[in-house]
């Protein structure tokens, strides 16, 4: 079964420094990827997603992440961070086995801004 | 935007008590999910439903748990007689096609407290 480990519980950062959380997964083939943001009293926003091709993803809010198939790593990036960026950021994996598949997502990350 | 909704935002219940979670999915989307998220844990994968059947569940979705399309709109989760591990905020999720490719769109879910 597939399975997915965000390292970093919570992570502080200051505005307009970059960033890098990591996410990494356990999954015999080729992974579904995606990270997934969770602001205060809202839903789960999905950021980007990875199925093929190019490794580096562009997603939505300026932020990016690089699938890694030697390292089982698919860490998000973003070069320079807002305040509004504070929120919970959630890794996930998908099985693609076809039907309507659930997500496996690991734990998540708080990010903390400081001005 | 078009998003998913749920209510309600807050349910604090008695031990035993059946509860019923509230979701409207995306209106032109087929395919429905429910996830939980125990305080601290990761967020689970419950079920998933499409054409008013069950398309897949997780080992957690046991007979305590059930879902339906009552009607054109609405997506509900019931839990029959609701454990203290119910606890749990449980996210609605929706996606016009299947897959898992197919983008998730996740409403701002419920929290459950079971006393």
């Known amino acids: 079964a597939q399975s997915v480990t965000q390292p970093d519980i919570h992570i502080t950062v200051s505005e307009g420094a970059s960033l890098e959380l990591r996410c990494n997964y356990s999954?015999?083939?080729?992974?579904?990827l995606f990270w997934y943001v969770q602001s205060p009293g809202q839903g789960l926003q999905l950021l980007l997603k990875?199925?093929?091709?190019?490794?580096l993803v562009q997603g939505i809010k300026g932020f990016e992440a690089e699938f890694k198939r030697s390292q089982s790593s698919f860490n998000l990036r973003k070069p320079s961070v807002h305040w509004s960026d504070a929120a919970e950021y959630f890794c996930a994996v998908g099985e693609g086995r076809g039907g309507a598949d659930g997500l496996t997502f690991g734990k998540g990350t708080h990010l903390i801004i400081q001005p | 935007e078009p998003e998913v909704t749920q209510t309600p935002s807050h349910q604090v219940t008695q031990m035993g008590q059946e509860v019923i979670l509230r979701c409207v999915p995306i209106s032109n989307h087929l395919y429905f999910y429910w996830y939980r998220q125990i305080l601290g844990q990761k967020v689970e994968f419950l079920v998933s439903?499409?054409?008013?059947?069950?398309?897949?569940k997780s080992e957690i979705f046991d007979d305590q748990f059930s879902v339906e399309r009552p009607d054109g709109s609405n997506f509900t989760l019931k839990i029959r007689s609701t454990k203290l591990e119910d606890s749990a905020m449980y996210f609605c999720?929706?996606?016009?096609?299947?897959?898992?490719?197919?983008?998730?769109?996740f409403g701002p879910g419920t929290r459950l407290l079971v006393l």
């Open positions: 999954y015999g083939a080729t992974p579904y």
């Open positions: 990875y199925f093929s091709g190019d490794t």
């Open positions: 999720a929706s996606s016009e096609e299947q897959g898992v490719q197919e983008t998730q769109y």
């Open positions: 439903f499409y054409n008013n059947e069950i398309s897949e």
